[in-house]
């Protein structure tokens, strides 16, 4: 059973910094994807950084880029971080993370209609102005 915990929500001002970390467990993953999404009150959940097993690399979604990372630990490759920097009121959301071991759906997800696989219970982040 697939099982993903994420950690490091929580609240700050504008302009503040938060990291989130998410662990998976029961499965390896040795392609596809493992990341974080987010889900605003009244607003569609929406992809914000996604982690590419294979190769290693990261797509970002345009708001965050310049102010989050996404980076896997390279000791523990089933945990993934998002760096939150230059947080703003807009960040505000629910995030979770999720993960899939299909490239193209890993893929696809930018372009929409698309759900992965496996997903966390979701931490809250609050930026208050």
């Known amino acids: 059973q697939v099982n993903l915990v994420e950690s490091g929500g929580g609240s700050v001002q504008t302009g503040g910094s938060l990291t989130l970390s998410c662990t998976a467990s029961?499965?390896?993953?040795?392609?596809?994807?493992l990341g974080w999404f987010r889900q605003a009150p009244g607003k569609e959940r929406e992809a914000v950084a996604l982690?590419?097993?294979?190769?290693?690399?990261?797509?970002l979604e345009d708001s965050v880029q310049g102010r989050f990372t996404i980076s896997q630990d390279n000791a523990k490759q089933n945990t993934v971080y998002l760096q939150m920097n230059s947080l703003e009121p807009e960040d505000t959301a629910m995030y979770y993370c999720?993960?899939?071991?299909?490239?193209?759906?890993?893929?696809?997800?930018?372009?929409?209609?698309?759900?992965?696989?496996?997903w966390g219970q979701g931490t809250q982040v609050t930026v208050s102005s």
């Open positions: 029961g499965v390896t993953f040795r392609g596809g994807c």
């Open positions: 982690f590419y097993r294979a190769g290693g690399s990261k797509i």
């Open positions: 999720a993960a899939d071991q299909d490239l193209p759906k890993c893929l696809n997800i930018w372009a929409g209609g698309e759900t992965l696989s496996y």
